[in-house]
Structures are given as C-alpha cells and as structure tokens.
C-alpha cells in the first residue's frame, strides 16, 4: 500500500445501478467490517449532500473499518415508491458481501480482494431520504413475513437506521418553496413540480406517509426481535421549517440539536461533530 | 492483465472513467473541449498535491481554448487539508453534471440557433400543456423534456471549486466568453419569465391559502410569497389593462407564445422602470435584454395605457397606472 492511504483513508467511484450513474461508493483502503449507505433529500446530490463524512476516516477508527455507499437519485422526477424498490433491490448486491470487480479498475485494486463479509449495515437518511430508508425496510419486513419459509431472511433487515430530520411526518407546506428559492427558475420550478407524485405523497397525512407509518409500527410491534430494524434513531434540526417533527411510536427516543438548520443539521465538520457521532453510536 | 494494489492509481482510473463518461456525453464541440480542459486541470492539480500518482498514460491534451476553463487556478485555495479538499470537490464537480445540467450545458454552448430556439419554444410549450392539462398521463415523459430548462441551471457547486468554477460562474463567463452568450441568456430569461408567469397565473386560486399559512411563517418564507404575489398581480395588470395586448401588437393575429413573450417583456419593463425611474431606453434594453426597437414600439404604447410616462431629460418612470403595479411589490404585503 502506498504512503497515502494514511492521509486519506477511501477512495471512490461511482457504481452503476439499474442503468443509472447515481450511486458512488467511498472504499476503505484496509479491510472494512460495516457497510454505512447514506440516501439523501429532496433535491439533494448523492455525496455532496452528506460533505464531510468522506473524511470522517481521518479522525475516527470507527469510520476506517467502514466502506460508505452514496445512493443518488433524482427527487424532483422519481417516484418515492420507486426509489425505495431500488433501495431495496440493489442493497443485496452490496452487503454482506461487496463484489469483487467494484474493488478494481483496470487490473488496479484499491485494497486486497480477500475481505471477509460485512458484519454491520447502518442505513442513514436524510428528510426525504430518511422516507425513502423507512419504506425500503418497511416493505422488506413484509414480504419476508407475508412469505413465511419461502424467503431468507433479507439482509437488510440487519440494518441500523439513523435518521437526520426525517420527512416521515411531511412537508410543511410554506417548506416546500424553500427549496427553490436558489434555483434561477425557482417559482416556476416549485408550481410544476406541485403536480409531481412527490408532492403529493410529501403532503402531511398523505396516503402513503400513513401506510408506511402504520405498517412500520405493525411490524416492528408484533414482531420486536426480527423487524428491529424498523426503528428508528432519530436525530431533528431546530429549528426546522421544512418538514414535520413527527416520530412513530415504535422509534428510540429522539434528539434535537439546535442551532441547525434542517439543510445543515447532517453535515458534520471540524467544529460540528454530531452528525459522525450520531452515526456512530445512535445519540448526539 | 497485472495486478496492482494502488489507492492512488485507482483514484486516477476511477477519475478517467469518470470523466470520459461525462465527455461522451457532452457530445463533441465547446462543451466537450471545455470539459477536457477542466480534467486536465483537475488532474495536474491532483498531481501536484500527491492526490494522484504523477505517471500517467492517459492525460487529455490540453485544448487551445481553454484558458477560460483553468483561468486562476491555485493550490493555495486547497487550504491547510489539500487532498480532502481536492477529494470531495472533486465528486461534488461531478455530481453537479445532472443529467438535465449536462444537457442544458450543451445546448448553451453548442446547439445552432435553429436549435435552440426550437427546444425554448417546445419547454414553453410542454410546461404550458402540463399545468392547463389535469390528469395528464403524460406529464412525467414532459417534465423530462423540460428538464434542462427547469434545472439544468441550477448549479450546486461552491464558490472555491477551482478547476469546475466555469461552471458555477457560467452566467458571467459564457456570457463573456462566447460570441451568443449574451443573446442566448436573454432569450433564456426570457423563457423562465413566461415559464413562472404561467404557473403562477394557472395556480393564483391557491394563493391565498398558500399566503395565510406563510405569514405565520418565517420572514424568508413571507418575502418568496410576497415575490409570488408580485408576479400574480403583475400578470393581472396586463391582463386587465384595456387593450394591451392589441397595444402591444398582439392581437388575435399573435400566437398564444408570443403574446405571452410579450407580457414577460412588458413585465421585465415595468419592473426596470419602477426599480429605475427615469431609465434611458439603451439602458432598459441592456437591463432587459430587448432591442432598443421593441422598446420605441412598447414605451409609447404602455405610456398611452398611462403605466408609464416620460421624463424631462428623455428618461422613464411609472406612470399612474404602472403605479398600481408597484404597490404590489414586494415588502408591501405585510
């Protein structure tokens, strides 16, 4: 291994997915024991979103034995249905075990290909994000229990979830316009996209928000020990004008960390460590 | 094939699929060339800071026009942390590449104006159709179409990216650095204005449920409301003023586009006018990037309608009726 892995902990590149170009993966140069998938927000990019926690390597040991799955997609044209069956369906192919040819270009490998399976799987979301991670799991609870014998159990119901002010509740509805308020077509941009399947399904006690939430206490109440992983940590900005502070039943108990804003509450930096020690350990 | 175990030679070939990728899909031309250049410099600032190993046998040659690509590039600006900052600049130059921003990159820079005037008609067109139409099967299929006119300016990048900061400035420097750059970006403005006007003047039944529940909101929320409330009311002067739109040489000749070209430019004038009283007609043409003819044709007519009226020293301001429109500024609703 060469001298600078020791100043810069992963390497990436972006992995193809359904056809698609979105998705990017930060790979340790040492053999990895967790699997850390981050999924953005609305009108958010895949890594950019999350800046910072690609260097979070150089300050803990914990982010050294991690590999960092990006998942990008576009929130302003895909369905959330949509984007969470590919979370679903694509998430296999990644853990337990990564394959092998994401490890090289060219005949170059960024570390052995020799490492054993992934032990840990945290899945981190961010405001719609944070939906779209509920809804993955959700779905995977229930066709695996609906099937009983017929399936294995699905690996991501190994998952961890830690959630940065989830829009698991909706969308405020002045929120809606803050996101276009930069973009040189703004207005324009949020009156079209009001008549999108996301705006619907964003609205507070939309059909889908109460289905995913009744299914998830459901599940994860009937059944504690296997769907585990329906419950939610939960880490909310304040103040938050975006989305609606509201947390299911069967989550942990939540935090808040003020000062923060609803954009900014998951972006770690050398003075603002809460959201790499959120991911880490579940608490602010 | 050997095998090398390298982090840093595989950052380099991760950056060449990269981008070659995105070159590809630049399709030839300006953009193209400007994007090689911009690798290039990526690549020989990686090289300088040890991001990537120095051997390389797949440089981009550096193309003649490049200068306005790689013009100021420092080190230095990588601060005290040189390859985390290169790293993540690097995915995040990347990432603003969207689909839809690539696409309205290369037509910027490369479509010939036959072109790029059919695409400007057909986004105004489709966004027109999509929010007069209800129910309509094929919105999605449209919104993709429309997608490099509604996002594909919207960059993300931030303001210390070196080599992709022609992207992030690309208003000013295509503006500057091309011979249709600012012809091109009027036409564009143009288009976004008759875009907004229509979404505003086919959702203007929601507004005021909308208003109500943001002056119980946060002051930035209020101003956006109060920005939305200016166009409607705008869009509503024009539409009720006795006889503009066979004043302004549209009538039932003018096609549904040009009269609503039309009102985004009676729009941009009022506005000019009442953030400038006494306004010089060369100066107005610059602001709104009309011809110095429109406006000889347009002042005279808006003046009769008394939106408008002339000053002593040849200038313009609002008249009584354009003062109606500026009452209805923002930071007046409160």
Known sequence: MDSHSSRLTHSHRRVSVEGQNDWVIYLNHDSPTRLVVFVHGFRGRAVASWRRFEECGLASVWWRESDLLFVGYDSTRESIVGVAKRLGHELPRFYPNLPPDLLQLDGTFVRAPDAAPYTELLLVGHSLGGLIVRLALVDAAQEWLESPGTRPRPPLLDAEQRLFSPASGGFRAAGWLGFFQTAPTGLALAMYLRLSSAYTDLQPRSPLLQETRQRTERYAGVHPRDCAALRARILWSNPDNIVESRRYDTDYVDHAVYGRTHQTVCKPDRLYETPRIFVETGAP | ??????????????????????ISAAGGGLFSDALRSEADAWLQLGQEIDYFPTTNDGAWARTTNGSWVTHGLDRDALGAEPLSEFDGGLVEAWEDLTP??????????????????????????????????????????????????????????????????????????????????????????????????TATRLTSREL????????????????????????????????????????????????????????????????????????????????IGATRKQLHQLLPKLEREGMVEETRSGGWRPGPAGRRFESAGPGQED
């Open chain 2, 100 to 197: 839809a921003r690539l696409e309205f990159l290369a037509l910027l820079l490369d479509a010939d104006e036959r072109a790029w005037h059919a695409r400007l008609t057909e986004v105004v067109e489709l966004m027109t159709n999509a929010v007069e139409t209800t129910d309509n099967p094929a919105l999605g299929e449209q919104l993709d179409r429309a997608s490099w006119f509604l996002l594909g300016a919207d960059s993300q990048l931030s303001d210390g990216l070196l080599p992709a900061r022609w992207r992030s400035m690309d208003l000013a420097t295509i503006e500057q650095q091309t011979e249709f750059g600012a012809i091109r970006f009027a036409e564009l403005h143009e288009a976004w204005a008759v875009a907004e006007m």
């Open chain 2, 208 to 287: 005021e449920a909308e208003l109500a529940n943001a002056r119980r909101g946060p002051t930035v929320m209020r101003n956006v409301w109060n920005r939305f409330l200016h166009r409607v009311r705008a869009f509503e002067v024009l539409e009720t003023s006795t006889g503009l739109p066979e004043a302004l040489g549209s009538g039932a000749g003018g096609s549904d586009a040009r009269r609503r070209r039309e009102a985004a430019r009676t729009e941009r004038t009022l506005a000019a006018v009442t953030k400038r009283p006494g306004i010089s007609i060369p100066e107005l043409a610059e602001e």
């Open chain 2, 1 to 22: 094939m050997s095998t090398t175990v390298s982090p840093t030679l595989f950052r380099l070939r991760s950056f060449e699929s990269e981008f070659d990728r995105l």
